[in-house]
């Protein structure tokens, strides 16, 4: 029985906050869509935006630029913000149970760069 990858959400980055790197040397990405507020700017990595196509749940993976990482757990509006703002925390801190309803807790281990043009997306293999 072989098994399948399914694309839930992809998206390209077109914008990197000032602030990002910070974020990143602690392990957080921020995420959102064309739709960001401006107050958010400097720190949030904005995308196009996309389509959830499934709820991202523990199991599936988190890929940048080709890198993946295991999602460990899933905060209880994180794919409500996903789907309606483009807008999630990562954080890759191990952890199996969200500190914030907002966050996707991913395995910790260290964070490629983000730069304009990385490609990111949720995926699952059934």
């Known amino acids: 029985m072989s098994s399948s990858l ?14 990002t790197n910070e974020f990143i040397s602690a392990g957080v990405l921020v995420f959102f869509g064309p739709k960001v507020p401006e107050e958010l700017l400097d720190f949030a ?9 499934e709820p991202i749940k523990p199991g599936d993976k ?15 509006v994180a794919n ?10 990562i954080k ?7 500190e914030m309803p907002g966050d996707i807790c991913a395995e910790a281990r260290p964070l490629p760069s983000v730069k304009i043009g990385s490609v990111f997306k ?3 293999f059934d």
Not at 45 to 53: D, K, R
Not at 62 to 76: K, P, R, S, T
Not at 92 to 98: D, E, H, L, R, S
Request: aromatic content about 10%; charged content about 15%; proline content about 2%.
């Open 92 to 98: 890759f801190n191990g952890q199996v149970q969200p």
């Open 80 to 89: 409500k913000n996903l789907a309606s703002l483009g807008h999630f925390i």
């Open 6 to 19: 399914k694309v839930k959400f992809s998206s390209r980055v077109v914008r990197v906050g000032h602030l």
């Open 62 to 76: 988190f890929c940048l630029d080709g890198e993946c990482y295991n999602i460990l757990a899933v905060g209880d």
């Open 122 to 124: 949720f995926v699952s």
């Open 45 to 53: 990595v904005i995308h196009e935006g996309g389509e959830l196509a």
